[in-house]
């Protein structure tokens, strides 16, 4: 303090440590009330009670540890006696497995050599045979036969087309109308002279050999499969490349060397938007044809079910011979699938303004021209529509507002609503065929065909119908819209439709004389055609996930990832038989606890009964083992 006098100075400090030494004491005394009142612990009190403390927690710690113990030894020595008795059965198992394979490797060898020469030259044929087939099989695919071979009939068969296109090119300029019926006139002709040089040979193909149901039902059956999951992997693609927007989207789809078996040409490791574009024109062009085949074939087989029920006219078309029926129906459908005819870009050059009432494809032809016209009015009449608001449509608003109502008071849901107000439209047009189901047969079997055959074709030709309308205005909406996209679903579920129904129809035309015999098999199949038409039901897409299982079970199709073959048929029936009672049994019979040295004692003093050498012994065993057991079998005819 400068400035101060020093007896001020010495005062001023004097009085500061005074006040500091008062705030200590104040300070002292509190915390000594405060402990008194919280009855705190002295130290070493607190250090006893610390001691203690883990001392009866290191002794818990001890008694529990022996609890433990003394509960579960009686676990622990039985899981030691079962260990122990597992590896003393394992052992024996193994040297009993190794005591039977030395057994049978001196059988086969002995077998062997017993054989003449000539069937042993037939075994090492066989097996070279199968090496080779193996080493021929590994040669074409590092060579790449196949896909040479593909490419050489390409090169031929446009060169061909070219030839072709050209000699139509000269046909039409002498005659259009001739350039046009040409393909089917020189077809015909082929057809009767075939049938009149190799009319043997026809018949026993038409009528002998499964070829025409492979070229009708198998053959389209497999490509739709195959054109369904090849859209399927197109829609995939379309939402992963429109959803995140890349510039590419690569292919989650496993590779495959014969992508033909996919339906694919070629399966790209990577795919622009330009590409994708390409592709599903070409998937939706394939669709299309093949659900318009499906029509026909549908109204081939419904018309000729329909002809052989009418009373009169069955008597004239029975007297047809099956087989001629046979051969008319492989030519038709030859015809209709295969049948060249010239090239898109030709046509234009060929036909001039008269191209676009002309097609590629003898399908669109018939489709077009006979078919369309006929079912997109048989589609409106099994709908009810009318100019005028009729009684189905005032029955289909009240169902609608009554559900609605019902849904707003929580009493029905709103996806159950809809679901039966989709039954209820498309079963309106199923109401005159159920009718039929409290008649007697032979009136059933007119609602089958009306059910399979005529509402499902006009149903499909309705949707082509509104398909191509879409197409036609796809300059001025986007391919996503839902509209088209939900039209294109109905298309794939009519496909999947009939891939399952002219399946069911090849099965229950072959057990045709079974059914006969069963009371009320008719009303059956009619029940059973309704459960695959309703969506509701989910019969056809229940049994078309079980034909692209069975398919891709048996190498048909490429599976996909979602593939278990646990779930095949032939998988189910094999589990099935393999019940746990077979394997105990063989557990049983070589369970037992027989010595090994008396299995081979035995044996030995058997191979040499009577002097007989031990290679001719066990030749003569095979004979005398169904007389005379072996010990093992012995002590399992005991146990």
Request: hydrophobic share 45%; charged share 20%; aromatic share 10%.
């Amino acid at each position: 303090m400068q400035g101060l006098p020093p007896k001020v100075s010495d005062l001023i400090q004097q009085i500061n440590i005074e006040t500091l030494y008062e705030i200590k004491e104040h300070i002292t005394l509190g915390l000594t009330q405060t402990a008194e009142y919280l009855q705190l612990p002295p130290w070493e009190e607190y250090r006893e009670s610390l001691l203690e403390a883990a001392h009866v927690t290191y002794k818990a710690v001890l008694v529990d540890g022996q609890l433990i113990y003394v509960t579960l030894r009686p676990l622990f020595i039985l899981l030691s006696w079962f260990m122990g008795h597992f590896a003393r059965l394992m052992s024996f198992l193994l040297k009993d497995a190794a005591i039977r394979s030395h057994i049978s490797v001196k059988r086969v060898i002995v077998f062997q050599r017993s054989l003449p020469r000539f069937w042993i030259l037939v075994e090492a044929s066989i097996i070279a045979a199968c090496i080779a087939a193996y080493l021929l099989r590994r040669l074409i695919k590092r060579r790449r036969y196949v896909e040479r071979l593909r490419a050489w009939y390409d090169t031929k068969r446009r060169a061909a087309q070219r030839k072709y296109d050209a000699a139509l090119d000269k046909v039409s300029r002498i005659s259009t109308t001739l350039a046009m019926c040409l393909p089917h006139i020189l077809y015909g002709v082929g057809a009767f002279v075939v049938k009149w040089l190799l009319s043997d040979v026809f018949v026993y193909i038409a009528s002998d050999v499964p070829v025409l149901e492979c070229i009708t039902v198998f053959g389209p059956t497999f490509h739709t499969v195959v054109a369904v999951q090849r859209f399927q992997y197109l829609c995939n693609v379309h939402r992963k490349l429109y959803a995140n927007d890349p510039l590419v989207v690569e292919d989650d789809s496993p590779r495959c060397e014969d992508n033909e078996r996919r339906g694919v040409d070629n399966y790209e490791p990577m795919m622009t938007k330009i590409q994708l574009k390409k592709e599903e024109k070409k998937s939706n062009a394939h669709l299309q044809n093949l659900l318009r085949y499906w029509v026909i074939f549908g109204l081939v087989i419904s018309f000729g079910k329909l002809l052989i029920m009418l009373p009169f006219v069955c008597r004239l078309v029975l007297k047809i011979e099956d087989n001629v029926i046979r051969q008319l129906l492989l030519v038709m459908f030859v015809w209709l699938r295969y049948l060249p005819l010239p090239s898109s870009k030709q046509m234009g050059k060929s036909f001039g303004k008269h191209a676009r009432l002309y097609s590629t494809n003898t399908t669109d032809i018939v489709y077009c021209n006979l078919v369309q016209p006929f079912l997109l009015p048989l589609a409106n009449v099994t709908e009810g529509r009318k100019q005028t608001r009729g009684m189905i449509e005032i029955f289909l608003a009240q169902l609608e507002t009554f559900l609605s109502v019902c849904v707003f008071m929580k009493a029905l849901r709103a996806e159950r609503k809809e679901q039966i107000v989709h039954v209820v439209t498309e079963g309106l047009a199923l109401l005159p065929a159920c009718i039929t189901l409290l008649m007697p047969s032979m009136f059933t079997a007119y609602g089958c065909v009306y059910v399979g055959g005529f509402v499902s074709s006009a149903n499909s030709a309705k949707c082509d119908d509104a398909i191509v309308k879409s197409d036609k205005k796809a300059a001025f909406i986007s391919d996503d819209d839902p509209k088209l996209l939900q039209l294109r679903m109905l298309r794939v579920r009519w496909l999947r439709y009939w891939c399952v129904y002219v399946n069911v129809l090849f099965l229950l035309a072959r057990a045709g004389s079974i059914l006969a015999w069963i009371p009320l098999s008719t009303h059956a199949t009619l029940v059973l055609l309704v459960w695959l038409q309703l969506p509701a039901f989910g019969g056809a897409p229940l049994l078309y996930d079980i034909l692209v299982t069975e398919m891709s079970g048996f190498g048909i199709i490429e599976p996909d990832e979602s593939f278990d073959a646990e779930k095949t048929l032939m998988m189910r029936v094999l589990n099935h038989m393999s019940t746990p009672g077979f394997e105990e049994e063989n557990n049983d019979d070589v369970g037992h606890e027989v010595e090994i040295e008396d299995a081979e004692s035995l044996h030995s003093s058997r191979s040499n009964k009577n002097g007989i050498p031990i290679e001719e012994r066990a030749v003569m065993e095979s004979s005398e083992e169904r007389k005379t057991p072996t010990t093992l079998e012995s002590a399992a005819i005991t146990n």
